[in-house]
């Protein structure tokens, strides 16, 4: 990461369409690349079927997934109605999909126990 941080430094300042030039921070991509707090979450289709997934705004994801638009998930795509049935937050991007990759490795029967309990 820091010999991308030092290219960019020792490139020249792109010119930007407003006729600005776009500065690196002094503390290199630290502040773009935000740590979020991601979580986990399972929805429920209108079929029975359970979907899981991970995001850094619950809510904002599951509207996606509802409003059924482009930023849909393809499997939720005319499986409404759609039920928010379990969240956890977990922390960075890696631990999420960790976690998500094992809840999907789960039986149907544990992801209803997985859900009950939490």
């Known amino acids: 990461m820091a010999w991308l941080v030092q290219a960019l430094r020792e490139t020249p300042l792109p010119i930007l369409p407003c006729g600005k030039s776009f500065q690196l921070p002094q503390d290199g991509l630290k502040p773009l690349m935000s740590s979020s707090l991601w979580s986990v979450y399972i929805i429920r289709c ?43 937050e977990i922390g960075n991007r890696s631990e999420a999909s960790k976690e998500e990759l094992r809840i999907k490795s789960l039986s149907v029967s544990k992801k209803v126990i997985l859900i009950s309990s939490g």
């Not at 995001?55 to 499997?75: C, I, L, N």
């Open 46 to 88: 209108g079929d029975g079927s359970l979907y899981t997934g991970i995001a850094t705004d619950v809510d904002r994801r599951f509207s996606e997934h509802s409003e059924q638009g482009p930023k849909a998930a393809k499997y939720l795509r005319g499986r409404l109605p759609l039920d928010l049935v379990y969240r956890k």
